[in-house]
């Protein structure tokens, strides 16, 4: 099993639509859970951190399930400036200090007019 | 403020060549990471440093891999020599602490292809 796991999409959605995407991830003791999105040809930028109580921030909402261990993010009213890829991270540090993220290979996100 | 710095933006170079690439993080940001991204593919980290002592490099191919942040400020990553695999974009990061719930703050990025 991957470390973290994404649909690849592409998910083509029109303008006003609600999208979700899923991330799974292998290590049950992972701490912190993130979204990043990509732009094509840019670096990633943090959408939302992702908390045990789930967090909300305007049209986009996360949530962590640790039981079935996968976080999610819903985005709402879907704008054609949320075309980009997004990426779920995951720190899976393994020893005190080693806080790397692991990354999925991202979901590719078109909002179409 | 001012982001993490990377250059140079892009490289172009033959396989057995050497390449390096530099970056400075966020000022005050103590712990600064290495990424390889290849297209189509999440970020991988390289190396990650806690000022200038190297926390992580499980993951860095060290036969060919160099990474040094001597001042804890700093750092470059070299390559010697490439392969046609080690096209991919190169992406530093920084975060405050190195904390688990620390935001982990991108650059631009080194697009590198080796040809």
């Known amino acids: 099993r991957k470390e973290v796991e994404q649909d690849p999409g592409p998910f083509n959605v029109p303008e006003g639509a609600t999208v979700a995407f899923n991330c799974t991830y292998s290590?049950?003791?992972?701490?912190?859970f993130f979204w990043y999105r990509q732009d094509c040809r840019k670096e990633p930028k943090l959408l939302m951190s992702v908390y045990s109580s789930g967090n909300e921030d305007g049209r986009f909402t996360a949530q962590l399930n640790r039981a079935s261990q996968y976080i999610s993010l819903l985005i709402r009213d879907s704008k054609l400036s949320d075309s980009a890829t997004y990426l779920c991270?995951?720190?899976?540090?393994?020893?005190?200090?080693?806080?790397?993220?692991?990354f999925g290979k991202g979901t590719r996100l078109s909002v179409i007019a | 403020e001012a982001g993490v710095a990377q250059s140079p933006r892009y490289k172009i170079i033959e396989k057995r060549q050497s390449v390096a690439f530099w970056c400075n993080p966020i000022?005050?940001?103590?712990?600064l990471y290495w990424y390889q991204q290849i297209l189509g593919q999440g970020p991988k980290l390289l190396i990650q440093f806690q000022n200038n002592g190297v926390v992580d490099d499980s993951q860095l191919p060290k036969d060919r891999f160099s990474a040094e942040r001597l001042k804890g400020v700093d750092s470059t990553l070299k390559i010697q020599p490439a392969k046609l695999e080690d096209s991919a974009v190169y992406l530093c990061a920084s975060s405050p602490r190195g904390g688990s719930t620390d935001t982990q703050y991108f650059g631009p990025g080194t697009r590198l292809t080796v040809l």
């Open positions: 290590n049950s003791a992972s701490q912190s």
């Open positions: 991270a995951v720190n899976m540090g393994r020893f005190p200090g080693n806080t790397p993220l692991v």
């Open positions: 000022s005050g940001h103590a712990t």
